[in-house]
């Protein structure tokens, strides 16, 4: 019968049989899947796996902490941080183009990714043949079931590395769902705030701002972000919202009177959603207080910020991140 323990007992010896003396890499997100996927292959074969982890400037509030802290603490994974921020922002400087920002972040995390692979592999040698992916059943079926390997190009010059590196993938969470892979996490002692985590995009805070990306504007909205959590969690609504999508609205200002001062600032939305599969949802019905509560804090507490908005558009027609 299907157990979390067994699981875990029948991956480990997999994993192990797979890689043999050979060494792995695997990429965190910040997310469920990869922490979980890295979990499980650093139980079979420690040291032989690497993680990295691109901090690209553009996670939110203590994310890129709850991995290079709790979930180091958690795993003992070794783990590489590459610090990306300035260059992330130096390539974002002056774009608002949603579609462009996608692509630049895209562009850029596949670069400093490489680069990152190409220095472990410099560094260990010709071991490193296996790449960890967290790819889920739902991912499988989507994609027609192929596996297999993943294909690399190098634009880097690392000490003589072939052009293109050719890794065999390791998809330990192939036969699962959502579901059972946050129960495998929890199994494996990974810390809650990772586990039950709500999607997150990719591109990260940087379709959250309408106008082109700061470090400034970051800053703020990962203020407002931080509290409007803050208070989802506190008032237990984490399980019946998909997720929040917290936007600041950079290029728009509107009047405003704090203490005895007009303001002149920018408007935060709170875009709260319930879903089933993140194809279609619907704006969630959150008790006023819980919004009276929000509204005051982020107003009172975020600089810049003068007015809370709620977004009530149902997904279609509306997507549910605004870029
Ligand atoms: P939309 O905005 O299309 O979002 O209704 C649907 C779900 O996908 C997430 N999302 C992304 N996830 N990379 C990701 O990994 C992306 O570029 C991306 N864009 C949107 C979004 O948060 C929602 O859960």
Redesign the pocket.
């Known amino acids: 019968s299907w157990t979390t323990g067994n699981v875990i007992e029948e991956q480990v010896a997999a994993i192990r049989e797979q890689v043999g003396d050979k060494r792995a890499i695997c990429g965190l997100?910040g997310?469920v899947d990869s922490a979980v996927a890295a979990a499980l292959v650093q139980k079979a074969i420690g040291s032989q796996l690497t993680c990295v982890y691109v901090d690209h400037g553009l996670m939110r509030k203590g994310e890129t902490e709850q991995v290079e802290k709790d979930f180091v603490a958690a795993t003992g994974v070794q783990l590489k941080v590459v610090d990306a921020e300035e260059r992330f922002l130096k390539a974002l400087a002056g774009v608002s183009d949603p579609e462009e920002k996608?692509k630049i972040?895209?562009r850029e995390f596949i670069r400093v990714f490489e680069q990152a692979q190409a220095e472990i592999i410099a560094d260990q040698g010709p071991a490193v043949e296996f790449l960890v992916q967290g790819t889920l059943y739902p991912d499988v079926v989507e994609s027609g079931g192929g596996t297999g390997t993943a294909n690399i190009k190098s634009h880097h010059n690392v000490g003589g590395l072939p052009e293109d590196l050719e890794f065999k993938l390791i998809e330990p969470l192939r036969k699962l769902f959502k579901d059972e892979v946050r129960m495998v996490g929890q199994e494996l002692g990974l810390p809650e705030e990772i586990v039950q985590r709500?999607?997150?995009?990719?591109?990260g805070l940087g379709?959250r701002i309408v106008g082109d990306v700061t470090k400034e504007r970051l800053d703020l909205l990962r203020e407002a972000d931080a509290i409007a959590r803050e208070e989802l969690t506190a008032a237990g609504l984490d399980r019946d919202i998909?997720?929040c999508?917290v936007v600041l609205l950079a290029d728009v200002r509107s009047v405003g009177v704090q203490g005895d001062g007009r303001t002149y600032g920018h408007p935060i939305v709170l875009r709260p959603v319930s879903?089933e599969d993140?194809?279609t949802?619907d704006w969630s019905r959150l008790p006023y207080e819980v919004l009276a509560k929000i509204s005051t804090r982020i107003t009172n507490e975020v600089r810049d910020v003068n007015r809370v908005v709620l977004d009530v558009t149902s997904?279609p027609p509306?997507?549910?991140?605004?870029?």
């Open positions: 997100s997310g996608r972040i895209g709500q999607p997150f995009p990719g591109p379709i998909w997720q999508p879903s993140a194809m949802a997904k509306g997507t549910i991140e605004w870029e």
